[in-house]
């Protein structure tokens, strides 16, 4: 089992940055692959950017490439999403998610999730 606990939501003027992070309790941290998904009001979980074991492979996507940053410390249980020069259509739930092994696009084919942080980017 993995818990994941999400942080560092809130509220910023378009061009902003923030740091969202993802804390995991339970063992063998290193052993899951963890992602980063939002849900804007109306629309369906989309993936924003997953990063492999060890941090050596990383995934974003087109939306937020160049702008976003997925990185993690296996130390600390801890995955995080540094996101600069924020737009209004940034604004969404943030969810934390793992999954074993291998790297994955699909909400669905992860195992854990967090329970979201809001992020609200004003214009």
């Known amino acids: 089992q993995v818990q994941l606990v999400e942080s560092g939501g809130g509220l910023v003027q378009a061009g902003g940055s923030l740091r969202l992070s993802c804390s995991a309790s339970?063992?063998?941290?290193?052993?899951?692959?963890m992602g980063w998904f939002r849900r804007a009001p109306g629309k369906e979980r989309e993936f924003v950017a997953a990063i492999s074991r060890f941090g050596g492979s990383t995934e974003h996507a087109d939306s937020v490439k160049g702008r976003f940053t997925i990185s993690r410390d296996n130390a600390k249980n801890t995955v995080f999403l540094q996101m600069n020069s924020l737009k209004p259509e940034d604004t969404a739930v943030y969810y934390c998610a793992a999954v074993f092994l291998s790297m994955r696009r699909k909400d669905g084919e992860y195992d854990y999730w967090g329970q979201g942080t809001q992020v609200t980017v004003s214009s």
């Open positions: 339970g063992r063998n941290f290193s052993n899951y692959v």
